[in-house]
């Protein structure tokens, strides 16, 4: 709880910064534009998310709670590896074999 309080004043700023900067045309926004920024703001995601996170790290040994942030990108290559269908060892094989040997 405590650290929401402190990401909201701090996201103000930035929203003004970005509206005197940028200057948007919001009359350029058909219905899809508005119902985004709409829905980012009416749903409390990043509060859950935050409240969900510190409730796990209450629960959990600090230890835990770091192999799960370790394996975030771990799974992202792996996943991105997945998409692409090109796998670590084939890549390895494949380097291995146009080394020349000495």
């Known amino acids: 709880m405590l650290v929401e309080w402190q990401v909201e004043p701090g996201c103000v700023p930035m929203v003004i910064a ?6 948007p045309d919001f009359t350029a926004l058909n219905t ?12 409390p995601r990043r509060g859950v998310c935050s ?18 942030m370790l394996l975030v990108p771990i799974m ?11 796998y670590p060892c084939s890549d390895a094989a494949q380097a291995r074999d146009r080394v020349p040997s000495v």
């Open 76 to 86: 992202g290559n792996r996943l991105r590896q997945l998409r692409r269908r090109r």
């Open 18 to 23: 970005g509206l005197l900067i940028e200057h």
């Open 51 to 68: 409240l969900a996170w510190f409730a796990m790290l209450r629960h959990l040994p600090p230890e835990v709670a770091s192999i799960g």
């Open 32 to 43: 899809a534009g508005w119902a985004v920024p709409t829905y980012m703001i009416a749903v």
